[in-house]
C-alpha cells in the first residue's frame, strides 16, 4: 500500500482469460475453504473472458475478497465465484453467506483502515487494508466495483470490466 501511495506501483497490462484466471485462483484457495468444512464453487459463464490488466494485481483483488468471504462467514463458508457478460461488460464476483454488512457501512468499507465495528471484540483479525487495494487496483483498471449484502444471509461483490470482443 506505501509502494502505491507513493506512485511507485507499476502495472504490467496485457489481455488475459478471467475464466482461466478463476481456475488458478480457486485451486490455491481451495485448501483454506476445505480447513474450514467449506465449499468453494466457480461458475464461469463468461463467453468473452478476455481483459486488458495487470494478471497479478487483478489475482490478488480476487484472493482479498476470498480471504474476506472466508473471514466473515462464521463456520462452513459457502463461497461462489462467478464470471458472466453482461450489456458489454465482463462481471467477477464473489459471494458468501457469511455475517453480510449492513447498508450505512457500504460507503465506507473501500476506505483505507475502515472495519465494520463490532463492539469491544474483534473476534477477526484484520488492518482494514484489503478493500482499498482492492479499490485502487479496480480504479486503476477502468473497472467498476459494487457490494451487495444482507446482513446474516451474505455478500457479493461484483467487479464490472470492460469486454474485448475477440
Ligand atoms: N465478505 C464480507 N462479509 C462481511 N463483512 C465484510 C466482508 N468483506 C469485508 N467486510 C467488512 O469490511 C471491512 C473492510 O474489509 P477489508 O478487507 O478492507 O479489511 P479487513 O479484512 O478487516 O483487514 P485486511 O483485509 O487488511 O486483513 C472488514 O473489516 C469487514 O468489517
Ligand atoms: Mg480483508
Redesign the pocket.
Known amino acids: 500500500m506505501a509502494v502505491f501511495n507513493e506512485g511507485k506501483l507499476k502495472f504490467k497490462f496485457k489481455e488475459f482469460d478471467v475464466n482461466k484466471m478463476i481456475d488458478t485462483v480457486a485451486a490455491n484457495f481451495e485448501l483454506r475453504v476445505k480447513n474450514k468444512n467449506g465449499v468453494l464453487i466457480t461458475q464461469k459463464l463468461a463467453e468473452k473472458p478476455i481483459i486488458n490488466g495487470d494478471e497479478v494485481h487483478i489475482t490478488n483483488v480476487i484472493f482479498?475478497?476470498l480471504?474476506?468471504?472466508v473471514?466473515?462467514s462464521n463456520d462452513s463458508p459457502e463461497i461462489k465465484i462467478t464470471t458472466e457478460n453482461r450489456k458489454g461488460e465482463l462481471l467477477i464476483s464473489v459471494q458468501?453467506k457469511?455475517?453480510?454488512?449492513s447498508k450505512e457501512?457500504h460507503s465506507q468499507?473501500?476506505d483505507r483502515f475502515?472495519?465494520?465495528p463490532t463492539g469491544n471484540i474483534h473476534n477477526?483479525?484484520?488492518?482494514?487494508?484489503?478493500?482499498?487495494y482492492?479499490k485502487k487496483i479496480i480504479d486503476s483498471h477502468n473497472a467498476k466495483i459494487k457490494v451487495e449484502?444482507v446482513i446474516n444471509k451474505g455478500?457479493k461483490?461484483t467487479i464490472l470490466f470492460p469486454q474485448i470482443n475477440n
Open positions: 482479498n475478497l480471504d474476506n468471504a473471514k466473515y458468501d457469511g455475517i453480510g454488512i457501512h468499507i473501500f475502515y472495519r465494520v477477526v483479525k484484520g488492518f482494514g487494508l484489503g478493500l482499498s482492492v449484502s455478500t461483490f
